[in-house]
Structure formats: structure tokens, C-alpha cells
């Protein structure tokens, strides 16, 4: 089976002034297909992997054939990072569970306080990469991730030791490039905007 690139949950235009249309159909439709792509390039030639999740593949990269595996570490990871962060976002910021909220407050002392933890983790990673907010049996922590690694990968394959993630902001600069240009900081901080809270809730609740 192959993979595919999901619907948008909202029109292009959902997220603006934030993000941008013209930067989320090429944000969506160009970049994240072009993962897609790859990645079915790369399962086809592997026989083996055929009928394993994204998810599967990229948290058991040691199981993946030599030769395919820096294709299905970048392009899977592309896949499943993008997939989560077209739902993480959203024109409506959704409510945030009472348990999320306790964990944020125990995790990082207020909600600001994670917000500048999370910006700091975003502007610090050099070149391209992801900001995420893991939760690993509920306890939540910061990290982030070069190009299209994911914190599920664990460290060997640049991930977060294998920490679940349940909010990411892409990093790349075609992600914000159009309306920001050299500013990424402007970016996440406008990123919070259009969190989706009630779905990174639900993220949360399947950590406990």
C-alpha cells in the first residue's frame, strides 16, 4: 500500500494572517508530496517493508535495508512530521484538557515559561529541523530534531530517545521563508496562534 499526502483539516487559507496560503499549498502540496513520493520509492525497493506504518518504519530503522534507510529515515520522517503537524494547527486554538495543562504546569512552571523553553529549542537548532514538545509516560519535555528526524527515532538516528511527540513546529525555512523571510523568531511565536490545543490533548492522553 502506498503512502499518501492527507487532506488539509481546514483550507489553505485557515491560518493567515499566521501562516500564509501561498506558503501551505507549497508547503503542502509540493514539499510534503515530495516526501511522500520518496518514501514509496523507497518501501517499493524494500520489499520487506511493505505494509508497515510510518511510524513502524521510522521508530525500527535498524530493521530497514542499509540501502534504503537514510531514504525512509529522511522522507518517512518528513511524512509522519508533516501528517502531525497539518493537525497540530488549526484557525481555532480548540481547549487545552485539564491534564495537558497540570503536566505544562509541572513541567515548566507556566505557560509562558514553556512557550519561551519551546522558542528557544526552535531557534537554536541550526540550519533545518523540528521544535517538539514529547511527553514520555506523561511527563513532558522540550527537544529538537535536525531536518526531518523525529523524537520517536531515539538518539542513534538523531531523535529524542525515543520521547513521544505531541506538538511540533517545522523549522525549515520554506516553512515560513514567504512571510517571514529571515525571521524565524517571528514565526514560532506566531505559530502559538494557531495551536490546536484540543487535538495536542489528545496526543497527550495516549501517553499516559
Known amino acids: 500500500m502506498s503512502f499518501e499526502v492527507p487532506d488539509l483539516p481546514y483550507s489553505y487559507s485557515a491560518l493567515e494572517p499566521y501562516i500564509d496560503e501561498e506558503t501551505m499549498h507549497f508547503h503542502h502540496d509540493k514539499h510534503h508530496a515530495a516526501y511522500v513520493n520518496m518514501l514509496n520509492g523507497a518501501v517499493e525497493a524494500a520489499k520487506k517493508l511493505d505494509g508497515k506504518s510510518v511510524e513502524e518504519l521510522i ?35 480548540g481547549e487545552m484538557s485539564s491534564e495537558l495543562n497540570t503536566a505544562l504546569l509541572d513541567a515548566f512552571g507556566n505557560l509562558d515559561d514553556f512557550k519561551a523553553e519551546f522558542h528557544k529549542a526552535g531557534m537554536t537548532r541550526f540550519g533545518s529541523g523540528w521544535a517538539w514538545l514529547c511527553s514520555t509516560k506523561g511527563k513532558l519535555s522540550v527537544c529538537s530534531t535536525a531536518n526531518q528526524d523525529n523524537p520517536l527515532m531515539g538518539s ?53
Not at 530503522?61 to 509522519?80: I, K, M, T, W, Y
Request: proline letters at 3%; one cysteine or more.
Open 156 to 208: 542513534k538516528y538523531g531523535g529524542c530517545d525515543g520521547k513521544t511527540p505531541i506538538l511540533g513546529c517545522d523549522v525549515w525555512e520554506h516553512a515560513y521563508y514567504l512571510n517571514y523571510q529571515n525571521l524565524r523568531g517571528d514565526y514560532i511565536s506566531a505559530f502559538f496562534n494557531v495551536v490546536n490545543w484540543a487535538e495536542v490533548s489528545r496526543r497527550y492522553s495516549e501517553t499516559l
Open 59 to 93: 521508530t525500527d530503522l535498524d530493521s530497514v535495508p542499509e540501502a534504503q534507510r537514510g531514504a525512509v529515515r529522511n522522507h518517512g520522517g518528513g511524512h509522519f512530521n508533516h501528517s502531525m503537524f497539518w493537525e497540530i494547527m488549526g484557525p481555532a486554538s
